[in-house]
């Protein structure tokens, strides 16, 4: 193995090597330790400790009694940005809220000119599913995050579908900050975007998106009461 790399190192690279040759997603099953043992020629030992290597960065998933998985993370920590430990959330909450008007209109721009048909029906089923737990009250976070995920994904670009995620932290932050005040404005907004999307209107997708971070900064804004400068 190479010099400079210990030998536990260098098995976790070969078994990422594993998952991209074969071409393994989320949620797919490794072989077994015993094989492991043998296809990358090291011992059980060593086997063992590169998937914790891996396992602690997301990019595998030990479940007992079943094996070795490639995890749903797709590799990205929990909080890549080190945004948990800094001071100021509200303020944290404002500013990556102002990051996703910089960079989520021109996601919605490039969805609207290169979504499939079957992304477009994925991005509807999402939007109807947020817009289902909004009108009976219900908790929508963790639905809103993975609409604006799939809206990501529809854009093409693989580089942005991993840091959506990472700034999307910013949904619950906003739903909290303004005590779901948004939620039916988020009903009227989510379609909009979807519209313009359905209708390959790249101008149109930017602006509703634009329109629909903008309502949730507004009332951010208003509830922080001149506390963010």
Not at 180 to 206: K, P
Request: with cysteine.
């Amino acid at each position: 193995y190479p010099m400079g790399t210990t030998l536990v190192e260098h098995a976790a690279q070969q078994l990422v090597a594993l998952i991209k040759n074969q071409r393994l997603g989320a949620g797919d099953k490794l072989p077994t330790e015993s094989e492991l043992t043998e296809l990358l020629a090291v011992g059980r030992g060593t086997v063992r400790e590169a998937v914790k290597v891996l396992t602690s960065r997301n990019i595998l998933e030990v479940r007992q009694g079943s094996g070795i998985f490639v995890s749903a993370k797709g590799g990205v920590p929990e909080d890549p940005l080190g945004l948990t430990l800094l001071a100021h959330q509200d303020k944290i909450a404002l500013d990556l809220l102002d990051i996703r008007l910089m960079i989520e209109p021109e996601l919605a721009s490039m969805a609207a000119v290169r979504r499939t048909p079957e992304q477009l029906c994925q991005l509807q089923t999402q939007c109807q599913a947020v817009e289902q737990l909004i009108l009976a009250g219900a908790e929508y976070g963790k639905e809103d995050v993975c609409f604006h995920q799939i809206l990501a994904q529809c854009s093409g670009n693989l580089v942005v579908g991993r840091l959506v995620p990472i700034i999307n932290s910013s949904v619950y932050a906003s739903i909290d900050l303004t005590e779901n005040l948004n939620a039916r404005d988020t009903v009227q907004e989510h379609r909009a975007i979807v519209a313009a999307v359905e209708r390959h209107d790249f101008s149109g997708a930017r602006w509703a998106m634009t329109v629909h971070l903008n309502t949730s900064r507004s009332s951010m804004i208003q509830r922080l009461d001149g506390k963010v400068q």
